[in-house]
């Protein structure tokens, strides 16, 4: 319950709901400001956080993806060329020492 609609500020998190009263609508516009930055950052670093996974994840797989394209993509390029699993490991990257010998079968 809250007197005055104006003073309020409402959070509902996954653990429990607040209602907070603030003493004037500058200290909850504070408040909500306050907030947001938190949650601006907080989704700056879960990006930051995926972008460091997925780099950690992308060089773990380069040996992986060097022994795909030399043992099954390159010997095999004409038929593999259209095919999901080449497309995918494309989309993944060409390693960069694979990448003259792949630039060369791709224009022909």
């Known amino acids: 319950y809250c007197v005055d609609e104006a003073r309020c500020i409402y959070i509902v998190t996954p653990v429990r709901s607040l ?16 907030l947001y930055e938190h949650w601006i950052t907080e989704q700056a670093n ?8 997925r780099l950690a994840q992308k060089d773990i797989d380069i040996p992986e993806r060097r022994r795909q394209w030399m043992q099954e993509i390159l010997p095999n390029f004409d038929k593999m060329r259209s095919s999901k699993q080449c497309k995918l490991i494309c989309w993944l990257g060409v390693p960069t020492n694979l990448r003259a010998d792949v630039w060369v ?4």
Do not use: S
Not at 105 to 108: D, L, P, R, S, W
């Open 19 to 34: 209602l907070l009263e603030a003493k004037d609508t500058d200290e909850r516009d504070f408040w909500f400001e306050q």
């Open 46 to 53: 879960e990006r930051q956080r995926k972008r460091q996974e």
């Open 105 to 108: 079968k791709c224009i022909g």
